[in-house]
């Protein structure tokens, strides 16, 4: 039976200066609401850049600048309703994920009912999205390409992903010059996002031929450009490798999700405050080593990319070349918390574990976060 495996209705520009093209939203509506995190944007002056290229292209800009890390679903809900006041059609994301996942929820709520609790999981909209652009300022989420839009839920203790081909951005900007000013630590954690993106699409069981091909040119990449990025940060070649390295993985997640990694990490962000890529990264070591037997000939791929035997040991050395914790103790997390982790693991897995070769339970949680302790 025919099934479609890939679908991209943006378009995406990658180089230098390319946040010029920005221009090329204005087709898109009238009145863009601009969304950015609390200070990045507007400090650097590149906020005040893209309000500029959207006004001589005949929009009139909105800005909210109130997105936090790990934003809220009630940010997000806010935002759609300063849209609304402000009669906004479309949205501009400037940021890293953060501002982006909160783009693509405002864009449903500018044409569905308010509510953004009916529209989690996959492909629940009434009508289609108000269309997103997307400007990242980091290389890592792959949001500016993905369908996904992820929401801490407080009330809950849990992270939502909201699903919708129609988020996709009809524009993504991907400007090198725009990443230079993100401190070690953020790139080396961003790139890693990226890594346990394409790590992750590539074991998923709806991996395909293309994927596979956009995953592994996203590992190889990053295996070479991310720590040598780290040692020549105004590099923009280096810079400009590591975005597309993160787009490639972003456009693979389209059509394969991720496996389990990433809904494990939701448990250490939510209670921890620990950055998303950080998390992503001090796991992956232990979450693939523990599946590793199910997929043997792309887990021997996956090591010569590494250069390695043993996938545990060559990501753990990734991780420690990159200056990132390697195991949960190192990161403080409490050892009694482990069982209080496992659950939450379970309950923001359920999704993931539907893309595997086989079935996760709590037990199974257990034993992975106790070995990266």
Known sequence: MAETFFYMPGRVICGPDALAELSRAAHLGKRPLLVTGQNFARRTGLLAKAQKILTAAGTEPVVFDRVEPEPAVQTAEAAAEYARTHNCDFVVAIGGGS??????????????????????????????????????????????????????????????????????????LLDPSLTVSLPACLTAETGMDAFSHAVESYLAIAANPLSDAFNLQALEIIVRALPAVLAEPMNLALRQQMLLASSLAGLALNSTGTIINHGMTYALTVRYGMGHGRANALLLPYTIAYIAEDYPQKISRLCDILGCEDIEVGLLDLNRRLSIPTSLSEAGVAEDDLPALAESCRLNCVRAVSHMKRRIDSQDYTDILRRAF
């Open 99 to 172: 501002p982006m996942d909160v783009a693509k929820a405002v864009a449903v709520l500018l044409t569905n009912p308010p509510g953004l609790d009916r529209y989690f999981g996959s492909e629940k909209l009434e009508r289609p999205a108000a269309p997103v652009v997307c400007i990242p300022t980091t290389a890592g989420t792959g949001s500016e390409v993905t369908k996904y839009a992820v929401l801490v839920d407080h009330q809950a203790g849990l992270k939502k992903t909201l699903v919708a081909e129609s988020t996709i951005p009809r524009l993504a």
